[in-house]
């Protein structure tokens, strides 16, 4: 059967879960808004000190505050309304726990600033525990323990993306809320370092959490140019192995990729993150960084909706992975 697929996308909640691209320039907002999004989490940091990253969340703050066609996110109902006002839902992510550093009653300061999701680890070794880049796979951390706990109080939701195996498992085990996986593909279709293994994804599940699909293409697949196919071919295993009601979308469109700035300044972007040891070349190839081909950047995210009917998928079930399952899990954590 035939559909609209404009349509279908323009009557859903549509959310990304994992939006670096407008960390430094709330610009880039107007581009998921041309792609029909409903509301967007920017990163923020967390790889970066408290006062740097509570730098950039006075920017943020400022921003919510002064213009009107945004609205803060701060329980599900909040994206239902931006959905019938028009305006971008905004809900922000920290991709590590660094600004943390080691006060647990800074979370609490975090969620009042609007960061409703916190990743616990970025790449690399913190007080949590070991990131998936780490050369070990040590466990959540007694820190990291009662980071989680404190998280579950606080009503921020905990992320696994970026983190290492047992940490993750670690952290599920540790939680009583829902655990996700914000930006994060399967190993099992493209063996990517930073993807994650069908053990991980069954716990997220079993916890109540979502997998988000992720478009950076080295997580997609060998090709440099990945196909939008290719990346559904993530949303079908994660949706064969787990069910339909665990798939989310975390695009992870950001700064550096290709259509967004020049070849060359990505190039030093990149050498730069590698000299921290943030990234390794293992998991990230050098730029330029092509996202999967009909959703190049934020701006024809709409062409997800097209791919995922042409792959076979009902419209009901299209809309629970562009934001019903989100949704589901604002509801369990946020209220």
């Known amino acids: 059967m035939e559909h609209d697929f404009r349509a279908i996308h323009e009557a859903s909640v549509v959310i990304d879960a994992t939006c670096p691209l407008v960390m430094d320039d709330p610009g880039y907002i107007d581009w998921y808004r041309e792609g029909g999004a409903t509301a967007i989490a920017p990163t923020v940091g967390g790889w970066e000190s408290t006062r740097v990253t509570l730098t950039r969340l006075a920017k943020w703050a400022r921003l919510l505050a002064t213009r009107d066609d945004l609205l803060p996110v701060h329980r599900a109902a909040d994206v239902e309304l931006a959905k019938r006002s028009g305006k971008m839902g905004i809900f922000l992510h920290f991709q590590g726990t660094d600004p943390i550093e080691g006060d647990l009653d800074l979370v609490y300061m975090y969620k009042a600033l609007g960061v409703g999701v916190i990743q616990l680890a970025y790449n690399v070794k913190n007080r949590v525990g070991d990131g998936c880049e780490e050369r070990t796979d040590a466990g959540l951390s007694k820190f990291g323990v009662a980071l989680v706990r404190r998280l579950n109080e ?182």
């Not at 979502?210 to 440099?224: L, R, S």
């Not at 192995?241 to 070849?263: E, H, K, M, P, R």
């Not at 992975?321 to 604002?330: A, F, Q």
Request: aromatic share 8%; charged share 20%.
């Open 154 to 335: 606080a009503k921020v939701i905990v992320d696994c993306s970026h983190t290492g195996h047992r940490t993750s498992l670690d952290a599920i085990e540790s939680s009583s809320a829902p655990v996700i996986l914000s930006h994060a593909n399967a190993r099992a279709v493209h063996d990517n370092p930073r993807n994650v293994r069908d053990d991980l994804i069954k716990a997220i599940a079993h916890s109540g959490g979502i997998i988000g699909a992720n478009g950076f293409p080295a997580f997609v697949a060998k090709d440099t140019r990945p196909s939008l196919q290719q990346l559904i071919a993530h949303i079908d295993h994660v949706a064969e192995l787990v069910g339909i009601d665990q798939v989310s979308v975390g695009i992870d469109y950001y700064g550096a990729q290709a259509g967004v700035i020049s070849d060359e300044e990505a190039m030093k972007f990149y050498e730069e993150f590698v000299r921290q040891g943030q990234w390794s070349a293992a998991s990230y190839p050098p730029p330029p960084h092509h996202y999967p081909a009909g959703i190049e950047t934020p701006r024809t995210l709409f062409n997800l909706t097209k791919g995922l009917l042409e792959r076979g998928y009902s419209v009901e079930d299209v809309r629970k992975i562009l934001g019903g399952n989100w949704m589901r899990v604002m509801r369990a954590v946020w209220g």
